[in-house]
């Protein structure tokens, strides 16, 4: 398992990336963290997955303000980024 962090907008954003192959990322809803998805992650063997906690949440430093939508999805740019992927399949709730 590959834990790290990447910095966005000043924020220690907590990421944990599992697996090899195609990436897939998953985003949790806002107030939730990256434990959420372990149970759902753990049937992608052949898949690259990623998963993030959103400033606030999780292992990520907090915000000053809550979180927009926009504002996640931003981040799940920076982290794809921080991790040098380009493209990545997406699902999030």
């Known amino acids: 398992m590959e834990r790290d962090f990447v910095s966005w907008r000043g924020h220690r954003v907590h990421v ?3 697996g090899q192959g195609e990436p897939l990322l998953l985003i949790t809803g806002l ?3 990256t ?3 372990r149970a759902f992650a753990q049937q992608f063997h052949n898949r690259r ?3 993030f906690d959103v400033p606030g949440m999780g ?3 907090a915000p000053l ?3 927009t939508v926009p504002a996640v999805a931003e981040l799940a740019v920076a982290v794809l980024d921080g991790l ?3 493209c990545a399949d997406v699902v999030g709730y």
């Open 49 to 51: 997955v990623i998963r």
């Open 59 to 61: 292992q990520s430093s």
């Open 35 to 37: 434990d959420q998805w």
């Open 84 to 86: 040098g992927v380009e």
């Open 31 to 33: 107030g939730g963290s």
């Open 65 to 67: 303000a809550p979180m």
């Open 16 to 18: 944990n990336a599992t």
